[in-house]
């Protein structure tokens, strides 16, 4: 988290810049006590206060002295050295759409890499939060070989929206338009700060849906094999959730900025878990808050910036026991992998890989399905309505998830483990807030793609958005009218 007292720490202004601590990439935060072992200093101290976030908002230290400014300049200079091809993204031309594949691979297993070797190989972090073990040969191609999948499906999003810009499905600012003038250059510097502030609400409200016991099951399940993190694990993740955790590029659908906005946001998405991952208390993004989520599953769902986990309940400090988890899901805590254990499922060998229960057989089959469908729809070898495939793809996981769970039936509850919540509460607010910032960007991604020219739902948006500004002049004018002929 951004420490905003890191000026009257260590009296320098740079202190924390880049997401650094006193300077170096291989630190531990500066509220951690060392005289602890790794993980049992208590965040508290470092968390849950709004006053701090909001002047970091105020400041835009959220973004120069945090790791937001590194992951900014990485996406710069991809979008810089790889400008989109629009006339082959037109026709989802496969080498346009290789190009884009191995760039994102590159990036992401240069960043993920640079972390596992630094730490695992090289020795530079002194605090591991686990010290008995390290990764093992078969957990790193378990967690790379999703982590791929990820790579692989950020790449569909992202080929999606230039054939989306290239076709008029989508509009957009030109790179020559977006610092024309200081109006378009304020907007596009508004988007850019914007993007990190989206992600951690995103993250929180999307990560605490997919814990909902008809998605945990069969989705997330999957990711939280990795009780004891290492960095390649950040993008470990059923498809699944790979599709709701990239629904975060939603306001790219909705609003008339540069593809940029897009890319930044992907490239956001893509190597951010890396770090947070990384298992050690000593390191750039040092993460113990999502550690301690790993450790005990029911608490910490979003990130350590704007403190939502502490305002419905479910932060928890430290490890061991803590004192400030309120949520009710009880002590529970994973150590070790198992096929009975209530939230894991599967284990983390490449044979693991392949689903071994009927059930989870069946899910993965519904869901892949619908994923090849659209992506069948979208470059022409199938015709089937826009509306009804993007449905599917959008909350088709979700019914499949409640249908499966039936039909085998399940000792847990369909909401746990929020089922000692109220449906009309916390758990139904949670649902409504995921509906429209995850499912519906969803919906209207795979809608944008398959629909007409001039369908999408960002026309609609644009002709209100005109529409309210007109009106918005027009009374204007009409009071400025009245008021002259007052002083007449």
């Known amino acids: ?103 994102n691979t590159f990036v992401t297993f240069a960043y993920f890499g640079f972390w596992n070797v630094s730490l695992y190989v090289w020795g530079f972090g002194q605090r591991k939060f ?22 692989a499906q950020w790449t569909v999003w992202e080929v999606c929206f230039v054939y989306a810009y290239a076709t008029g499905r989508l509009g957009y600012v030109s790179d020559a338009d977006a610092f024309s003038c200081w109006q378009e250059g304020a907007r596009t510097i508004a988007a850019i700060l914007f993007v990190p502030l989206w992600r ?50 939603g306001p790219s659908l909705y609003l008339h900025a540069t593809p940029f906005m897009m890319l930044w946001n992907g490239i956001h998405l893509l190597i951010s878990p890396a770090a947070s ?22 608490c910490n769902y979003g990130t350590s910036g704007p403190p939502l986990d502490k305002l419905f309940g479910t932060f928890r400090e430290r490890l061991g026991k803590s004192k400030e988890y309120k949520g009710e899901a009880g002590e529970t805590k994973a150590e070790k992998v198992s096929a009975s254990n209530d939230f894991l ?18 899910y993965n089959t519904l869901a892949y399905a619908t994923f090849a469908a659209f992506c069948a729809a979208a470059v022409g070898k199938i015709n089937v309505d826009p509306v009804v495939l993007a449905t599917a793809l959008a909350i088709g996981p979700v ?53 007409s020219p001039g369908d999408a739902v960002y026309f609609d948006v644009m002709r209100l958005t005109a529409g309210f500004v007109g009106n918005v002049l027009e009374t204007a004018e009409i009071a400025g009218g009245n008021a002259s002929r007052v002083d007449l």
């Open 399 to 451: 019914l499949f998830g409640l249908v499966v769970l039936t039909v085998f039936g399940d000792h847990q509850s369909y909401l746990w483990p929020f089922h000692k919540e109220r449906l009309i509460g916390a758990t139904g607010f949670h649902l409504i807030v995921a509906t429209f910032m995850v499912l519906l960007p969803t919906y209207h991604f795979a809608a944008t793609v398959l629909k």
């Open 277 to 298: 991952h990384s298992g050690w208390e000593d390191n750039f993004q040092s993460d113990q808050f999502h550690f301690l989520h790993h450790a005990h599953f029911e």
């Open 130 to 151: 686990n010290p008995n073990g390290n990764p093992t040969l078969g957990r790193q191609l378990h967690n790379m070989f999703y982590s791929v999948c990820g790579v």
């Open 1 to 103: 988290p951004l420490d905003i007292n890191h000026t009257t720490r260590h009296g320098t202004m740079m202190e924390g810049f880049g997401g650094t601590v006193k300077g170096s990439f291989f630190e531990a935060p500066l509220w951690v006590d060392k005289s602890l072992k790794p993980g049992h200093t208590s965040q508290a101290v470092a968390y849950g206060r709004w006053l701090p976030i909001l002047q970091s908002y105020v400041t835009l230290g959220y973004f120069f002295f945090s790791p937001n400014l590194v992951w900014f300049l990485i996406a710069a200079t991809v979008y810089i050295l790889f400008p989109y091809d629009m006339k082959a993204a037109a026709t989802f031309e496969p080498r346009f759409c290789l190009q884009r594949l191995l760039i």
């Open 200 to 249: 951690d609400f995103h993250f929180y409200f999307a990560h605490r849906f997919l814990h909902m016991r008809f998605l945990y099951k069969y989705v997330h399940s999957l990711h939280h094999r990795n009780t004891d993190v290492e960095p390649f694990s950040g993008l470990c993740m059923h498809p699944v959730e790979h599709l709701y955790y990239f629904s975060c590029v």
């Open 345 to 362: 499922s599967g284990g983390l060998a490449v044979k693991d890989m392949v689903p071994t229960s009927l059930q989870s057989t069946v």
